[in-house]
């Protein structure tokens, strides 16, 4: 299913969002080009792509989550670990599987992925609310 960004999903950190946006956008891409029966080579170069985007989004919200002390962070950075792995069983039924179970397997990314923005990347939204950015202040200053 191709999904629409919605601002309900706005976390208020500006890095977050936009790489949320960016990164739904290249979900859905993945989604159409099986849809229009791409190459499994294209499609996995679309993959390659959100997997190299996720790693440096969730490094960011880590580092983040880290310099803050969030509280949080360790169940967080555990759902990250979920969603690698969700990625590389996506990769493998690209490689392996019928255009069916390659949908199946997006929708239970893109189902994964926008639980996590709407829970967990909005409760740390919440917590950075009204706190210095201090990745953002150590690059100015
Ligand atoms: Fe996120
Ligand atoms: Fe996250």
Known sequence: MLIDWQDKWLTGD??????????LLIINNIHDAVE????????????????????????????????????ESVAHMDEHQNLH?????????IE?????????????????????????DAELGRFLKGRPNPIIQSSIG
Request: net charge negative.
């Open 14 to 23: 500006t890095r977050i969002d936009t790489d949320h946006k960016d990164m």
């Open 36 to 71: 229009m029966d791409g190459s499994r080579e294209s499609v996995l170069v679309i993959l390659k792509s959100l997997v190299k985007l996720t790693y440096e989004h969730f490094s960011f919200e880590e580092c983040l989550m880290i310099v803050t002390e969030y509280p």
């Open 85 to 93: 792995s969700i990625a590389n069983i996506l990769a493998y039924n």
């Open 96 to 120: 392996i599987s019928n255009q069916e179970i390659v949908l199946d397997t997006i929708n239970f990314f893109e189902d994964w992925f926008i639980d996590h923005i709407e829970n967990m």
